[in-house]
Every structure is written in C-alpha cells, then in structure tokens.
C-alpha cells in the first residue's frame, strides 16, 4: 500500500504565492509519473502539471509561467510552486503518483487533496 500526504494549501490573496508538496510513502520501488490535479466546486477535475522520473514536465496551458512542478526522488516527493495566483486558481488540488511496487506491477495513487483559495 502507498500513500500521499499533501500539504501547502491555503488562503491567499490574488498575485500571491503559494508551495503545495506532496510526500509518497509505503511499498515503492520506483515512481514514475507524479502530478497535480484539481477540481474547482461544479467542475472536473483537471491536469495541472505532470513530472516524469527523469524531469520532463508537463503544463496545463491555463498556469504556464506561473506554476513550476519539481521533484525530489530520493524523498519522493513532488512539489507545485504556484505564483501569480488568480482566483481563478481556486480549487482542491490533489496529487497524483503512478507507482511500480516490488511485485512488478504499478498502480496510481491520489492523495486527499488540499484546498487552495485566492480571494481579496
């Protein structure tokens, strides 16, 4: 079994800034896709950014130049550092890893989500 702990989330005002990390714990021997998703209340869930194991990124077009996502393999941990916030942006954003297990066999795992609210 893994796990994803998120934390960073929170209040902020528009143009603000804010670092959401997100930390896999449990049966892993290797991880390969890590990424943030997030759902706005009535709305889908929607990529933000993915990272692979070896550092090629992917960005939603929506927060290009302003999130950057990056990772720590020795921690497995994935960070998402959110700058310009617009209110836009507000949302429970969840972490989301694709883990191969000692079996051979690899699952994705999500964590429980963090909330992130810009608003004056």
């Known amino acids: 079994q893994v796990q994803l702990v998120e934390s960073g989330g929170g209040l902020v005002q528009p143009g603000g800034s804010l670092r959401l990390s997100c930390a896999a714990s449990?049966?892993?021997?290797?991880?390969?896709?890590m990424g943030w998703y997030r759902q706005a209340p009535g709305k889908q869930r929607e990529l933000v950014a993915t990272?692979?194991?070896?550092?090629?990124?992917n960005y939603a077009d929506s927060v290009k130049g302003r999130f950057t996502i990056s990772r720590d393999n020795a921690k497995n941990t994935v960070y998402l550092q959110m700058n310009s916030l617009k209110p836009e942006d507000t949302a429970v954003y969840y972490c989301?890893?694709?883990?191969?297990?000692?079996?051979?066999?690899?699952?994705?795992?999500w964590g429980q989500g963090t909330q992130v609210t810009v608003s004056s």
């Open positions: 990272i692979t194991n070896g550092g090629n990124t």
């Open positions: 449990g049966s892993i021997f290797s991880i390969n896709v």
């Open positions: 989301k890893a694709d883990v191969s297990q000692y079996s051979g066999r690899t699952y994705r795992y």
